[in-house]
């Protein structure tokens, strides 16, 4: 065993940005046994890798995940790479008993999350973790949330509404990413912000979507390529998606995933009725749930505020009202990731959960096709 | 012609009430050829509508449309009973040439509307009008709406999201009322809620629902009676419903109706995202639009304020800030009633909107039982 | 005693307006004996006059107070003239057992409004009433508020915030009305809305102020004439103040009221903490009140409609959820006035209390010049 | 010169815990010349600085200034410790040339500020830095506040309102701390909390407050002891302060701080109004700007989303949307701070300027005895 854990993050985005940021903050305000270094940054090209890792300020790149592996010092591999690349990466470092982080949605299809979620099963046997990027989950606002249902404060839940609204793709001047491109991506906003909602509904009900019915679809069927040679290329993902999800135990949810709506940055909404109350959060205020319950006062809602003492992790980072944002929930992330490392916690989400919702996203698709209700079972 | 503009109500409860204070409120607020009277409450049991028209301070009742029509002087009826009278009501009037003004939706299925729009259509040729009560759109702020996407400033509409939200049948000791009955009410909350935010969407977005897939559902299966008998009385409508809708040219909706949705009294929310802009209307926000534009400022809503000169109804009332309430569409209402009726500007909406309306119910149940995309067309 | 209760409105701008409409509405909400009848308008020009009588539909006109009074069928005088015709008025009104409503702040000195509570005093004795129009104590979450402080929710106060912004003044092309002239006003934005979040706070706190230190200014010193002659014309009142205020039992207010605050064309925001809590109120969202207690749940403020049974006015409209607006405080107005006619009931605000008022309003003034403390004793 | 640059922090609450994380985060989002190392803790006691340093994950301790200073390795000084021990750190640090930032307001006087700044002032000749740690000057909504303020958007200043609102005193039971006395921390709301919104609006406006008027006032005058022995001591500082502050222009600000507002764990709100356009920010919504302007779109504000490219920080950071937080201000500070270091910027806020806000300060708690205005001229 080292005297350090070591961490490699694959990728160079936006992404393995925050959570190099939230690996190098976590070990200041959670207990960990060892030190944590971001120790290699993987890419595939030499050149870029090595310049994004100079800008990262991580010390060793490697190009090959097989010679990442073949080192024997990381602990860790954090995979912040395009969709493509998760099952590529995952299954030989899970095999070789490195625990692996992947960013959401796990893989580009159904296919590679159930060999990711087979490869996950096998490798917790030998108590090697693998966990999935949903990093919402993490929103104290979000656990909150999650322990008031759980505890019965909502009664048993009738119907959620989920929405994931973001405008950078509202200019059709906006050139081509890896995000437009299907065998990059799997699926466009629907995968990249819808997976969200959807995994945010199933973690605060505590069920599964076993149905969906809804449709995707693309407003910029092409966009200036990324190199700008003047060309334009085809956009192979939805820019928008809406649909109908059925949860295991009756109640229905309304979803809307979209990278077109204007006057949204990225708008994070969810609200959940119940028997016998509802909740509302909306990510623009990420420190704030509204809560309604009945009896005593129907009709009002009240806002609680989640920092402070008594609210998850309010007694980690600052004062009561001082507040976390989007950057705080990738610390918690990692948190709950080395945890379940050095303690055996379950694993939440699990690359089987992440599976689920990739079954999710398969079944709107495949509705959009049909026209008809798709179960999630697959 | 009499010297005066004589108004029949037919039906006693709320809805009597609002329409009462509008017809009697107008005259002052906007230019009339004569004076309005409230003249006459129609009803049924002679007893109950006695009374009722000593608590709404109206002179005379009768308790049959025929000898109502019989006695001449009425111009107008306007029909505040529950669905299952309206087209009993409706078509002897408007045989009879007194103008009507029918709640929404009109009738209790498609039936009802289709022969209601047929009378109207033929009694137009004798300048004979016909309106549904669909007042949310003379909110002064979805006449803005309006014109702005008249006017382009969306570009073309991509999505639209509807909700509305009640909270007076969370309690399952709530008892029965007409409005739970299918035979009196045609539908739950779809009908009575759900209608008027499909009528808003289709006004706002000037195109039709072709298609929708939805679902309804009944979380509590009966109720007390309401004649406090200790018994109970099987609730024959949904008391929630959500469905997806396409609209004739391609843009796609997500709407919500629901009775049982803890902390919302009566929350209306409408938003539509175009190509050029978005915005959103908030019912208990109903003097605000939000309006974002791209181009010029990125990302961001602008607050406008719909009260004061130089908006729908700002010169009638008061000055700019002091905004306006629920009442006040009622009066807007009848104000765009006499307007047609004096003027014969084209009535909005028409029976034959309302009927549209009435089609989309009925296609959103008929995709409950299918478990497939319905079409609006009938 | 005629058999209606005949009322004459004095003036003919926007209060007038909003008076006459408020008489024509309260009979069908509220009991009242006998029938209300909005029977004469005094005015000063003949011609003027009978065009505003035409216009707001009244069908008689004075032009003097002494002929109106001596005509003997008047039975409420309701002063909606400028500050300047306030005192003229009322007093002759009283003397001869009229009753007078006067809209606020009463008259436009210390000297008017204490000949003003005198003869009220006076009047009072022969069963006379005389009652000040702060129609914002009748809004109904200032009614809840002021319950709430009342049975101690709130415990002792410590602190008072009250601002009244507004927008109208921010063009210096606005040309003069009466409003910016001292002879006819008394104050400007001061007097004027100033008065209306002193009379609230004095109100709700159930204590008056006793001292004050302040400032008034005027950013436009000078603007066009109202003839369009292309003249300017001095402006003689202040277009915005601020003012700390103590209050007899030692808690502090911080005021603001302005015509020159862009952005706001009628904000009116009062919060107030207590030992034991807090609340919050914005009339641009006038249906609800905020409130915040400590213990159970601190840090928290719950959203309280205040629309619907259980709360006040809430079983006089419509139900809970469809919100009341601007006009109808003064519905609440009239008919308060009218229960001090019918049944004795002690007025509130009386013209001892906006006596008070101006006893602030002057002091305040008075600091101005003198650069310390005044108090409000007179 | 070393190959670091070295950071003692002084202090350990919350503020140390703040700065060490701000310390350590900022090389990898910020362009620094070397490493940045926080390398030793300066405390009093040995025993408890070694639990804090050791908590703070830093590796050695000091519990003299003078020997601090005498190791020779030490570029900077953070002085994050109460008020009392601010003038008693500086003064030798500065004179042996180590850079320092101190937490406002700096000192618990005037005469400690006014020595801190001459200090100040003496070693900026020899390129030595010292700053203060106003942290809010550095929320991106402030900074391009600030840039539209200058530019012109909002005319010349009218009125400024600012509240810092706290409920950590609420409850008479929580007991004693360093902020609570006089010789510790100068003064209480009014120095902590008050002290931001005046650094602020002085910042803001660009302009300084000249004389003011207001009152401190303490609810609660004794509290139970911090030892837990079952007694009392007495609060020598306010709870609550408001006041008026005239600008050297002539405009006028409306203020209040308090540390026992039920409902307000931290509220900031800050607004301003100009003869052309307002804006107001509120800290519970910290990366929203709010921004009216008369002409084109009179009476409404449009609501500035401050993260993303062109917004100050915008390219820092994370995309449009993501949002920021209390933390990031602290790092956007100790940015600031090494960029004077490295570049010889201009410091802002220098401890001139924190000494003018002592001015300030002491002139509020001045006019509290006197009842006048005073001259912050000192």
């Keep these: 065993m080292s005297d350090s854990i070591r961490v490699a993050i ?9 959570h190099a940021h939230a690996w190098r903050t976590m070990p200041y305000f959670f207990q960990v046994g060892r030190p944590v270094e971001v120790a290699v940054l993987l890419g595939t090209d030499p050149e870029r ?11 060793q790149t ?7 592996i073949a080192r024997g010092d990381i602990d860790i591999l954090d995979i912040c790479a395009p969709g493509d690349a998760h099952a590529r990466l995952t299954i030989p470092a899970l095999e070789a008993r490195v625990h692996v982080l992947c960013e959401k949605p796990v893989g580009t299809s159904l296919e590679d999350s159930r060999r990711m979620a087979d490869a996950a099963s096998k490798a917790t046997a030998h108590g090697v973790v693998a966990m999935a990027g949903y990093n919402l989950r993490h929103v ?6 999650r322990a008031l249902i759980r505890d019965g404060a909502l009664g048993s839940v009738i119907s959620i509404r989920g929405q994931y609204l973001q405008d950078w793709l509202t200019d059709p001047a906006t050139p081509m990413s890896w995000r437009l491109r299907k065998e990059r991506a799997g699926y466009g906003a629907l995968g990249d912000i819808g997976s969200h909602i959807i995994d945010l509904a199933q973690y605060l009900v505590g069920e599964d979507i076993v149905e969906t019915i809804g449709y995707t679809r693309t407003e910029w069927a092409q966009r200036p390529t990324d190199s700008s040679d003047g060309g334009h ?8 998606a809406a649909w109908l999800g059925r949860f295991s135990q009756g109640s229905v949810g309304t979803f809307e995933a979209s990278r077109v709506s204007h006057g949204h940055h990225n708008q994070v909404r969810i609200e959940i009725d119940g028997t016998r109350g509802a909740l509302a959060f909306d990510f623009e205020r990420m420190n704030e749930l509204l809560v309604a319950q009945g009896g005593r006062e129907p009709g009002t809602f009240r ?13 980690v980072w600052w004062p009561a009202g001082l507040g976390l944002a989007y950057d705080h929930t990738f610390v918690h992330l990692v948190a709950a990731f080395i945890d379940c490392v050095e303690t055996g916690t379950r694993v939440s989400p699990s690359f089987r959960d992440a599976h689920q919702v990739q079954s999710v996203l398969a079944s709107i698709e495949s509705s959009t096709r049909t026209g008809r209700w798709v179960s999630t079972a697959s």
Tied chains: 1, 2, 3, 4.
């Design 10 to 18: 694959a990728g160079h985005g936006l992404m393995a940005r925050v």
């Design 140 to 145: 104290p606002a979000i656990q909150e949330a």
């Design 303 to 315: 806002k609680l505020d989640v920092t402070g003492t008594g609210h998850p992790y309010g007694d």
């Design 62 to 68: 490697e190009t090959d995940v097989q010679r990442l």
């Design 49 to 59: 890798t090595q310049r994004a890792a100079d800008s990262l300020h991580i010390r």
């Design 233 to 240: 290329e085809a956009v192979t993902v939805d820019d928008s």
